[in-house]
């Protein structure tokens, strides 16, 4: 006797991620592309649980709304587009409010669909030279960090006539913090700073990583990476940084360069993989750049060895110490108290799955209330320098940074230092904002 399928109400099991068939002939047809928008624009419009979460969802709905037949079906498919450019891939609608995501049988997977016509865009019409640039992170650092150069460079970012003089010639908006460089960056600085430890295994823990510093952390927080060494030596964990790097490849991925996203990972999973051999496991001091070795590398190459590899041995810094925490091998002899700290969950760390870390390890520090904001920051990468995008970065912001004056904490952080300044930047009550890693290194009176 044969039974029907019953449909299952979505959000009842957890999400499954396809890979994303990005090397088959299918991907890059327009057509097929343009029937699968529609299809999840018309899911998405029937719906409509994801408004608040960044302006993609306003930019599709006010399209159905103001369309002659108020449904999808109404819009003009070229204008299809402006849903994908109001996209910045932080997945949060993908892990935390779509009813309908796989294994759903309507199987929407919202973010890695505007991944696909962002590819399909870039692949026919190319991009800008201010998005280029923005988006090739390591090479702009690399120059802008050159002795006297850097000196140079920081002080023309603070220069109100510089900065409008740049936003009408290259679109960078002339309010969006843009971060310093430094010319003793982190690789100069830690030929101070190694020390040998002998590693104890915890759990799923070697006892020994290698810090992934990324471009930002090398260039622009080199402090923050001081901040890290401090930390791990003073756990016990042997700490050193991944011998050579390029961009993880998370601002070309924005723009849907895909082939530039493939180099990145040829340059970068080797060099991984080799330390992953030699017992080494891997953190990074910025979520996207976890998130991209966790995932969408991953998700791009499933069949790769070197890459699951790697995202097997990649953990968020603060997961990691956790983790150890649970084999009771965290040092929680704390020394100075933080506070009332504001705590703002980067986006690209919520969507790995993995608890509020950072919080509960800042939690044990005596006389410390960690209050944690579980929203957008609005920043996502370049979304809130561009011109055309810095308006809507700012709505998005808008009820952290209410949160973050209502409580007007001692202290504001975010594991994303991008995100944090944006906020603080944009908040009455704060005047900086800081890493938790470095609120650790003084509660450690380090």
């Known amino acids: 006797m044969s039974s029907t399928p019953i449909s299952k109400e979505g959000s009842l099991q ?12 299918s991907f890059w047809e327009a057509e097929s592309l343009e029937n699968e928008l529609e299809r999840v624009y018309d899911i998405c419009h029937g719906c409509r649980r994801c408004v608040s979460l960044c302006n993609s969802f ?17 819009i003009d498919k070229k204008d299809f587009i402006k849903v994908v450019d109001e996209c910045y891939l932080c997945d949060m609608c993908y892990m935390a409010k779509c009813p309908y995501v796989p294994p759903h049988e309507w199987n929407v997977d919202f973010p890695h669909l505007m991944l696909r016509a962002k590819a399909q865009h870039f692949k026919n019409n190319g991009t800008s030279f201010r998005n280029k640039m923005l988006s090739s992170t390591d090479t702009v650092a690399k120059l802008a960090s050159i002795p006297v150069v850097d000196v140079t460079v920081n002080a023309l970012n603070n220069n109100g006539i510089f900065r409008k003089t740049l936003e009408k010639t290259l679109g960078v908006h002339h309010q969006a913090p843009i971060p310093k460089y430094h010319s003793k960056t982190l690789r100069k600085r830690v030929k101070n700073l ?12 070697t006892g020994k990583v290698a810090l992934y510093v990324t471009c930002y952390g090398n260039y622009n927080t080199p402090d923050l990476g001081e901040d890290f060494y401090k930390v791990f030596q003073h756990n016990d964990i042997q700490i050193d940084l991944v011998p050579k790097e390029k961009c993880c490849g998370m601002p070309k991925l924005e723009l849907g360069d895909l082939e530039s996203v493939r180099a990145s990972k040829e340059a970068n999973i080797p060099v991984l993989a080799k330390l992953v051999d030699e017992g080494y496991d891997l953190i990074a001091p910025i979520p996207s750049c976890v998130l991209m070795f966790k ?13 699951q590899k790697v995202k097997k041995a990649f953990f968020d810094p603060f997961e990691y110490l956790h983790l150890r925490h649970k084999g009771e091998a965290f040092n929680t002899d704390f020394k100075e108290a933080m506070g009332d700290v504001s705590y703002q969950v ?35 990468g370049t979304y809130a320098v561009k ?12 009820p952290v940074v209410r949160k973050v004056d209502q409580q007007e904490p001692d202290r504001f952080i975010s594991d994303c230092p991008m995100a944090a300044t944006h906020i603080a930047n944009l908040s009455e009550k704060v005047d900086k904002a800081e890493h938790p890693m470095s609120l650790l290194r003084q509660a450690y009176g380090l």
Do not use: Y
């Open 387 to 398: 011109v055309e995008s810095r308006d809507a970065s700012v709505k998005i912001a808008r």
């Open 194 to 205: 190694g020390k040998t430890i002998t590693p104890t295994p915890v759990g799923r823990t």
């Open 295 to 307: 995932q969408e590398i991953p998700l791009m190459f499933p069949d790769d060895e070197d890459v």
């Open 58 to 74: 306003p930019t599709l709905f006010d399209l159905v709304d103001e369309s002659e037949t108020f449904e999808v079906d109404g």
């Open 14 to 25: 957890a999400p499954t991620r396809h890979p994303l068939d990005w090397q088959s002939e």
């Open 346 to 380: 980067a986006c690209h760390l919520r969507v790995q799955n993995i608890g509020l870390k950072t919080r509960d390890i800042l939690a044990m520090i005596p006389d410390t209330t960690i209050v944690a904001q579980e929203r957008c920051s609005g920043h996502d």
